[in-house]
């Protein structure tokens, strides 16, 4: 396992300096907020692209991942993370979100990077039956997938509560439907855990499907707050065991937004809390 930080937590500052500051404390990789202010992909000019790849070369860091799911950049009124969705009604808006998810998806490919994350159909509007919702996305995603598989990168599914697809389990139910070699599943533990899932169980049951993870720690009542690993109520050592125990070896990625005024000191204490955690050594290369 390799273990990365997002730069969602660093919105406050410059991916340059955000990519310093994240390669100080130990990390050998970071996750591309494809968003404001760091890689929004329909306004990133062949300059910032060039400073990107650059900062990571001289912080010697490699990409976990790139996020697509938040996009602050439309200040949806609603909820910034989450809309414009997949699955809004009115066809114009819905197409923002699935030309934002391709512009993502040849970034990704552009810098290196081994897949996108982005999310997993978005709440279901009134009016809307989640079986409507379900073949809206499925339809949606077949091209997404295809144009993932063109241009040799990943695109993965992140289950998040409150919205269409909330569990590991339900993943299945679009992906079998999709049925394409690029889409896989983001693993988000914190997610997992509010959703109340086995999560040795179901690490292990979808481990063919992870392609990655995320990390964060989450309060006992089960609650949707990211909170610094070991804050919470996860046990992270059954956890990363769970984890290990598949043979996963690619990234797992700290992922703590709601830290943006103190960004150095969560990367920091997850850093230390973690890296002790696997029964054998995370590999940070």
Known sequence: MR???STNAYMKFPFEEAAARIASFGYDGLELMADVPHAWPAGLLPGPKKAIREAMEKNGLA?????????????????????????????GYRRVRIDHTKRALSLCAELGAPHITTEPGGPIAP?????????????????????????????????EPGLLIETTDEYLEVAERVNAPS??????????????????RQIKKMARHTKHYHLEDIASTRVHH??????????????????????????????????????????????????????APILLA
């Open 226 to 279: 990211h909170m610094i690993p070991g804050l919470g109520a996860i046990d992270f050592r059954e956890v990363m065991e769970a984890i290990h125990r598949t043979g996963y070896d690619g990234w797992v990625t700290v992922e703590l937004y709601p830290n943006v005024d103190d960004p150095d000191g969560a990367a920091r204490q997850a850093y230390e809390y973690l890296l002790p955690m696997s029964p």
């Open 3 to 5: 273990l990365a930080f």
């Open 63 to 91: 990409f976990s991942n790139v996020n697509a799911f938040m996009m602050n950049a439309i200040a949806d009124h609603r909820q910034p993370y989450w809309y414009p969705s997949f699955i809004e009604p009115d066809e």
């Open 127 to 159: 009016g809307q039956t989640r079986q409507q919702a379900i073949d809206l996305f499925v339809e949606v995603l077949k091209p997404l997938a295809e144009h993932a598989h063109k241009v040799g990168v990943g695109l993965l599914i992140e289950p």
């Open 183 to 200: 889409i896989g599943l983001n693993f988000d533990v914190g997610h997992a855990f509010c959703m109340s899932e086995d999560l040795p």
